[in-house]
């Protein structure tokens, strides 16, 4: 009886262990990331020596999304990078600095987007799309909560560079 009885409460602490695992783990650095409208934290991370890339939705006291579910040398190339940046055009075309990063998760592409443009017009946030459906999930971002930079992954080879661009 004793033996299942300390079964129960090992696997009752560990569920509440993962539970709180943190958004930004130790020996992690932050590349994005921003806050949503509803009070979540989209963030994509690194470990200090880059050896994997991780993207987290959730809040400090649960991350309800990670992926890759764990992350390894190989997670670089399952992200894609996506993006524009133009400076004001002769014909008044305007300025625009346009990024995305992306990955796909089952049916699901998830499209983790920053854009600006020169009307100081910004939107951040991520969309999840489902492949099979073709409905769509805005989760707008507070474009004032941001942190770090999308367009570093411009010139990074170790994820996916790609020149889809996707609609607002």
């Known amino acids: 009886m004793r033996p299942l009885i300390t079964v129960c409460l ?49 809040t400090d006291a649960h991350v309800e999304l990670q992926y890759p579910h764990v992350p390894d040398t190989a997670s670089w190339h399952k992200f894609a990078y996506s993006g524009i940046i133009r400076g004001q055009g002769f014909d ?15 049916r699901y592409q998830y499209i983790v987007y920053d854009m600006a443009y020169d009307n100081a ?23 004032n909560t941001r942190g770090g930079d999308l367009s570093n992954f411009r010139h990074d080879e170790r994820v996916i560079q790609s020149d889809e661009m996707y609609e607002e």
């Open 121 to 143: 017009d910004y939107s951040t946030g991520v969309k999840v799309r489902d492949t099979t459906t073709k409905k769509q999930t805005d989760i707008k971002g507070l474009h």
């Open 10 to 58: 090992l696997f009752a602490v560990s569920i509440q262990v993962a539970r709180a695992q943190k958004l930004l783990r130790p020996g992690e650095k932050v590349l994005f990331s921003f806050r949503t409208t509803g009070k979540k934290t989209v963030m994509i991370a690194c470990d200090s020596g880059e050896h994997y890339l991780v993207y987290r939705y959730g």
């Open 92 to 106: 008044s075309s305007g300025a625009l600095d346009l990024n995305f990063l992306t990955f796909y998760r089952g």
